[in-house]
């Protein structure tokens, strides 16, 4: 508590008692052995103080001025802060379910210098439905949920797709004579993102996670012109491509809407027997976080 | 027989929570008193981590925006409690507690009993009142250096 106390201290009556030289500056009297004291609570929260000692009697006079702030009491249990802050981390973090996240649409490129495979396209959506974990903060979550891919691999640079039976393509160089050629390896499936998204300003902010890839469905086909001016189309189906695989992912998203991803395919679509061996590096448009 | 038996039950009933009642101090009453109070905040630990601490039991009532009659009760309980207690730090302002440490006599297991109280001002020139009762095995001296009590 602090009160200023101050002593405005009349001495009535004869002080006739001499202040001890030693002492402090702001001591007023000093009885030594008083015969009697009396309190007296006066009004306007004055007191008055009669001493009667020394060969004299002293009248004092002081008044309490209370600056107006009561002190705050604080009192800190650790255990209480403790249970309270796991109970903030146990039902602070929620779970939310969402849909429609992540439309995408950009560049593949083959990251193994392959020849014939060329610089394409993909889409899709990475989450449809899915779900995230929020954290109290709101800022950080850990979403999952399932989307759909399409890949568009071009061939070309005088390279085409050719089938070797039994569901097996390779890259055969362009025939002579062959005019307008156009070869691909179209590849449908599943994706189901696992990513750890923060929020840096505002909406913006940035995800990482990994993506599990299910190739549902893949096919090749070329399409090209015989001198003679034919038109020829080919397509292979029941392909033996990779049935799963695992892409790296990174979005950084400016706002709520629209982001920039960066996709990496390091597992080849197919085996050396089987088909083309490439890995693919895709960046583009991302639209929804 | 059969009412015999019954009233023999509730004979023995009355007489066990008569005996668990003669435990609490008054601050403990004033605690299930008011906790139904707009407002107010309890909380409850029993076990778990309090043993940790050489405890077994907490309770603590916080009154946000005390009226003065219901301040009037709790503080003559504390007063009440004060004049029963073995050991006391208690600070006044304006003639009324502020603050109060006190130290009960312990229960029939044996284990310690400790009122804080504290009033502190509240927004609208009433009171902010904590309430708090705490039963264990810890000295007061274990207990004043496990909470923090700071005036600022």
Redesign the interface.
């Known amino acids: 508590m602090r009160i200023k106390a101050i002593i405005t201290a009349l001495v009535l009556t004869g002080i006739s008692g001499s202040a001890a030289a030693e002492n402090a500056a702001d001591t007023i009297k000093m009885i030594d052995c008083p015969g009697a004291v009396t309190v007296i609570h006066g009004s306007n929260g004055k007191l008055q103080l009669k001493v009667k000692g020394d060969g004299a009697d002293y009248d004092f006079m002081a008044e309490n001025i209370a600056d107006g702030h009561e002190p705050v009491i604080d009192i800190d249990v650790p255990f209480i802060r403790e249970t309270s802050e796991r109970r903030r981390r146990r039902y602070g973090a929620t779970w939310r379910a969402f849909s429609v996240r992540g439309a995408y649409v950009g560049a593949s490129m083959p990251s193994d210098a392959v020849r014939g495979i060329r610089t394409s396209w993909e889409w899709g959506i990475s989450q449809i439905v899915g779900a995230e974990l929020l954290s109290p903060s709101r800022r950080t979550a850990l979403t999952i949920g399932v989307g759909f891919f399409h890949r568009m691999q071009k061939v070309g640079s005088g390279y085409h797709i050719e089938g070797a039976g039994d569901g097996r393509i390779f890259l055969a160089p362009d025939g002579e004579g062959m005019r307008s050629v156009s070869s691909s390896v179209s590849s449908f499936g599943l994706q189901l993102p696992v990513m750890l998204k923060q929020r840096l300003v505002g909406p913006t902010g940035m995800a990482i996670g990994v993506v599990g890839m299910w190739n549902t469905y893949t096919r090749a086909s070329t399409k090209w012109t015989d001198p003679d001016g034919t038109s020829c189309r080919r397509k292979y189906k029941g392909l033996h491509q990779r049935a799963f695989s695992v892409d790296g992912l990174f979005i950084l998203n400016f706002g709520s809407e629209i982001g920039w991803y960066v996709r990496y395919s390091p597992f080849r679509m197919f085996h050396r027997s089987t088909g083309p061996e490439y890995s693919l590096w895709s960046t583009g448009l991302n639209i929804g976080f | 027989m059969r009412y015999r038996l019954i009233l023999l039950a509730a004979c023995l009933a009355l007489a066990c929570s008569a005996a668990r009642g003669a435990d609490h101090s008054e601050s403990e009453r004033m605690i299930e008193r008011y906790s139904s109070e707009p407002g107010a905040e309890v909380?409850v630990?029993r076990g778990g981590?309090?043993t940790?601490?050489g405890?077994s039991e907490?309770r603590?009532l916080t009154l946000p925006d005390v009226t003065a009659t219901t301040l009037d009760a709790i503080a003559g309980a504390v007063k009440a409690d004060l004049e029963a207690s073995t050991a006391r730090e208690v600070?006044y302002?304006d003639g009324r507690i502020?603050?109060a440490f006190l130290t009960l006599a312990p229960t029939g297991e044996g284990l310690n009993r400790y009122v804080?109280f504290?009033c502190?001002?509240a927004h609208n020139g009433r009171r902010r009142v904590?309430l708090?009762a705490i039963e264990g095995k810890a000295t007061a001296r274990q207990l004043q250096n496990?909470?923090?009590?700071?005036?600022?």
């Open positions: 909380t630990i981590d309090l940790r601490y405890l907490y603590s600070s302002r502020k603050y804080i504290v502190n001002p904590v708090i496990l909470i923090k009590i700071t005036s600022k």
